[in-house]
């Protein structure tokens, strides 16, 4: 694998689910970022994780939950979704906070 | 406060056809300047980046990008466009003073016409 990945590519789930979606960069990269991205709407941030620790949370609502066990993976865990929450999730790296970025190809999400 | 524009939400220009895709920046200090572009269903990807020094920028696929101090601009261009340019196009600023602040403009979607 090369770049950025994310997994699962698409989800469906209900308000009451609680699932994961999972970022792996293999840039060697020091830095990751989750991003939402709804329709008509500008690209939000909503968390930075540089030398694995969290140093930006854009308001994001408590039920998305980041995880980053190490520099390579990412994780966010989602409970009790809303279905405005429905959005592609992108994720990103880059090495240092103020460089360009490498993102994956999202994940793109249901909730019912 | 910071902020990016993209004053042109679509943009519609004939295949062979010159491009020019407009970013405007508010910061009080010259920040780092990057163009990324974004096919349907993908993530974005790089096309080039203004650090410092010449204010003209060669990026991939043929786009190049002018930073214009006077102006807060970073105009994306390329001079023949092709169907496969057809993307949305995003422009993203991030602070080189104070704490982190990466922000994107909201995209510029670009329809090429055959």
Known sequence: ETGVTQTPRHLVMGMTNKKSLKCEQHLGHNAMYWYKQSAKKPLELMFVYSLEERVENNSVPSRFSPECPNSSHLFLHLHTLQPEDSALYLCASSQGVDSEQYFGPGTRLTVT | ?114
């Open chain 2, 1 to 114: 406060a910071q902020s990016v524009t993209q004053p042109d939400i679509h943009i519609t220009v004939s295949e062979g056809a010159s491009l020019e895709l407009r970013c405007n920046y508010s910061y009080g200090a010259t920040p780092y300047l990057f163009w990324y572009v974004q096919s349907p269903g993908q993530g974005l990807q790089l096309l080039l980046k203004y650090f410092s020094g010449d204010t003209l920028v060669q990026g991939i696929k043929g786009f190049e990008a002018e930073f214009k101090r006077s102006q807060s601009s970073f105009n994306l261009r390329k001079p023949s466009v092709h169907w496969s340019d057809a993307a949305e196009y995003f422009c993203a600023v991030v602070s080189t003073s104070g704490t982190y602040k990466y922000i994107f403009g909201t995209g510029t979607r670009l329809k090429v016409l055959a």
